[in-house]
């Protein structure tokens, strides 16, 4: 078991090899998403994982649906959720994969969305029979079909005056961020940036992302103190 410090709130993780845990950044989307807080009747997530971002909201007394595709990190929440002392009638965990869990009565149910993305590109073949912890990280081309899908569709299960959070990363392209971003949300903003080496499990990516930046014209990836690094983008945004 861990214990991961958000703020002034403890939460108790157990672990598994076939979920996502906690990294730094998963916990400074949690810090954002805490200074944000308001009464959140109801709280969504996309891409679960260990549930350490819904027991956050949890916390507050709030009522949670948390969606994965990752059958392994629904019920690794559940665990979790009660390993923090949470009513259960508050969690409502889903497989589903981007948002085909849910559905019409969903609609403009939400006061707040967040996501911490899976980033990988590409997919593996079997994509739906995905067993260790990083298969469930691949997100299609350019890493951006969880992103994309909070951006594109997240609004619709917001109710006005409703709040997104999210991060992106140069990897994914920055620019194709803020197109996005400016066409579906009329208000949004960066709430921080922060440049993170690269882990040593992009090494087979970072070529491609060398290749796109050189293309595009925008800096995907760039080397700091000898390092390869990345930009992450918290982004935050209002339905109207
Ligand atoms: C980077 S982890 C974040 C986990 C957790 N929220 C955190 O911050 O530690 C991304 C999560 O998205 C899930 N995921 C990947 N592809 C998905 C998809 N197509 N639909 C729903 N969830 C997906 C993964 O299984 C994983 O749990």
Known sequence: MQEIHIKDKTIKLKESNEVWMPTRFGIALGELILEGARPNPR?????????????????????????????????????????????????????SDLFSGMDENDVEGYSLLFSNPPTFPGLPPDYL?????????????????????????????????????????????WNQTVELMDKHWKKWKILRTEDLPLAD????????????????????????????????????????
Not at 44 to 64: D, Y
Request: hydrophobic share 40%; proline share 1%.
């Open 129 to 173: 029979l995905r067993k260790s912890r990083d298969e469930w990280e691949f997100a299609g081309n350019d890493g951006r079909l969880v992103l994309d899908a909070v951006i594109t569709q997240g609004s619709s299960w917001l109710k006005t005056g409703g709040r997104m959070v999210t991060i992106a990363t140069s990897k994914q392209g």
């Open 43 to 95: 709280v969504l997530e996309l891409g679960v994982g260990s549930g350490v971002l819904s027991i956050l909201c949890g916390m507050w007394g709030t009522k949670v649906t948390a969606l994965d595709i990752n059958m392994a990190a629904l019920e690794l929440t559940e665990e979790n959720w009660k390993l923090n002392g949470l009513p259960q009638e508050n969690l409502e965990v889903r497989y």
């Open 201 to 240: 499990y992009y090494d087979p990516y970072i070529e491609l992302w060398v290749q796109k930046s050189k293309k595009e014209n925008q800096v995907r990836i760039f080397k700091k103190n000898g390092k390869w690094q990345q930009r992450l983008y918290f982004i935050e945004a209002f339905k109207n």
